[in-house]
Nanobody, 126 residues
Framework: QIQLVESGGGLVQAGGSLRLSCSISGDTTLGYRGAWFRHAPGKEREFVAG????????TYSDSVKGRFTISGDIYEKKVYLQMNRLRPDDTATYYC???????????????????WGQGTQVTVSS
């Protein structure tokens, strides 16, 4: 059992940057895949980025590729999301998630993730 807590959200102008942190507590020795999702009002929850055990296997949604960078490792109890060149449509609540096993080809599916944080709000003004 692990617990995830996000931090680092806030209000930023378009073009600015934020760094989100996900702090993990509990036993991480099983090895987990980590991910960031976001949820904006009136929209479906959306995969943002994922990272495999050991910090490799990074994947990104097309909407953030080239602007966001995921780093860290659930095993090391820290996962980060560096967000650059933010846009108003990045406004959402951002969630850190973890899974002990993700089926191939389904890394972007929220149903694959067992553990979730409470979320941190990111608001980008135009």
């Amino acid at each position: 059992q692990i617990q995830l807590v996000e931090s680092g959200g806030g209000l930023v102008q378009a073009g600015g940057s934020l760094r989100l942190s996900c702090s993990i507590s509990g036993d991480t020795t099983l090895g987990y895949r980590g991910a960031w999702f976001r949820h904006a009002p009136g929209k479906e929850r959306e995969f943002v980025a994922g990272i495999a055990r050991g910090g490799g296997g990074r994947t990104y949604s097309d909407s953030v590729k080239g602007r966001f960078t995921i780093s860290g490792d659930i095993y090391e109890k820290k996962v980060y999301l560096q967000m650059n060149r933010l846009r108003p449509d990045d406004t959402a609540t951002y969630y850190c998630a973890a899974s002990t096993a993700v089926l191939n080809g389904l890394v972007s599916s929220s149903a694959q993730y067992d553990y979730w944080g409470q979320g941190t709000q990111v608001t980008v003004s135009s």
